[in-house]
């Protein structure tokens, strides 16, 4: 492992460590969506980190809409459609919610598909904000501002769990390029992991698929490097 992978690993570790187990495991849901939800977020926003948190723990997957700092693809329309720049933004096609506020999406999530109340990690605010802003500060640039990128025909597709470092890295590289995708997680215990392994043929995440050109891979390094070489201007 070359200097530069290492940190890179390391920091997302460290990131990792600051919101110990959250969104790793599966809790219970009772519904799944008919249509996927939309959320509107940056991977290195502490508040984004705790919607997504909600997300994996409840194994939904949603469309992932990045809007990176300069990005213009989609920062707009959450304007235009919530009133202002904030971030994160869920949009829910089968309720017809749509709203801002981290604490706000884990408890609509959990009390529209789970089991009804969030777990602690999302429920105290001041402890899940202060802890996702400790983990945001281990890599302050990556997954923050936009880098010119192709737009793909189809959206790609990420098997990942939030609190994976690997998974970071790969999400980061998908947030920076601005590029849409759908994001399945397969968090512990997820009865989602099955479906995955006959996808995949083993369980690891990161796994990138890519329908515009076939491809197919693990490890956070090979995605983010396939990522840059295939849409980057």
């Not at 939800?37 to 997504?52: G, H, K, M, N, W």
């Not at 469309?63 to 300069?70: E, F, L, N, V």
């Not at 904030?86 to 709203?99: E, H, I, K, R, S």
């Not at 098997?159 to 998908?174: Q, T, V």
């Amino acid at each position: 492992m070359n200097l530069a992978r290492f940190w890179d690993v390391t920091t997302a570790t460290a990131a990792s460590a600051a919101r110990p187990n959250f969104g790793n495991v599966h809790y219970e849901r009772l519904e799944t969506p008919a249509q996927p939800l939309e959320l509107y977020e940056f991977e290195v926003c502490p508040y984004c980190r705790i919607a997504r948190e909600a997300l994996s723990a409840l194994s939904l997957d949603p469309i992932i809409y990045p809007c990176p700092k300069g990005g213009t693809r989609f920062r707009a329309k959450v304007k235009s459609e919530g009133g202002r720049y904030q971030f994160p933004y869920l949009v829910d096609p089968n309720t017809g919610v749509a709203m801002y506020e981290s604490a706000d999406i884990a408890q609509y999530l959990f009390r529209q598909y789970g089991a009804g109340r969030p777990p602690w990690f999302l429920r105290q605010r001041a402890f899940a904000v202060s802890t996702s802003m400790l983990a945001s500060a281990f890599r302050p640039g990556r997954g923050r501002h936009v880098v010119q990128s192709h737009q793909p025909e189809e959206l790609l597709e990420l098997y990942s769990y939030e609190g994976s470092p690997f998974c970071r890295i790969a999400r980061e590289a998908l947030c920076e390029l601005e590029l849409p995708y759908r994001l399945h997680n397969v968090p512990r215990r997820s009865p989602a992991r099955s479906g995955f392994v006959s996808v995949s043929g083993k369980m690891q995440v990161p796994y990138l698929r890519d329908p515009n050109t076939g491809a197919q891979m693990f490890e956070s390094a090979d995605i983010r490097r396939y990522l840059y070489d295939t849409y980057a201007v």
